[in-house]
């Protein structure tokens, strides 16, 4: 059983920062790529930010420069660094992580999703 579990979500006026974590657990082999998506109201979700186990990242556009991802190995853990907020970064965002645990004889690889959490960015 694994789980991934978010926090540091929340409301922050326009320009302010939010740092999220997000922490895996349970039987796990070991993590591949890590990321956040995020979705907004009557919009599909979208990757914002990733990181690869070797700490290769990659950023949507309109992030770049003001979201920083980084990953802790030992803790199993990848945070997202969100700075100079904007009202269009307000959506729900999700910890995704592609995870090998044991299954049966083999290994088993697969996606794996945090619950979201809320950021509100107000103007």
């Known amino acids: 059983q694994v789980q991934l579990v978010e926090s540091g979500g929340g409301l922050v006026q326009a320009g302010g920062s939010l740092r999220l974590s997000c922490a895996a657990s349970?039987?796990?082999?070991?993590?591949?790529?890590m990321g956040w998506y995020r979705q907004a109201p009557g919009k599909q979700r979208e990757l914002v930010a990733a990181?690869?186990?070797?700490?290769?990242?990659n950023y949507v556009d309109s992030v770049k420069g003001r979201f920083t991802i980084w990953r802790d190995n030992a803790k199993n853990t990848v945070y997202l660094q969100m700075n100079n907020l904007k009202p269009e970064d307000t959506a729900v965002y999700y910890c995704?992580?592609?995870?090998?645990?044991?299954?049966?004889?083999?290994?088993?690889?697969?996606?794996?999703w945090g619950q979201g959490t809320q950021v509100t960015v107000s103007s």
């Open positions: 990181t690869t186990s070797g700490g290769s990242t």
């Open positions: 995704n992580a592609r995870i090998a645990t044991v299954e049966g004889l083999g290994l088993s690889i697969k996606d794996y």
């Open positions: 349970g039987s796990i082999v070991s993590i591949n790529d």
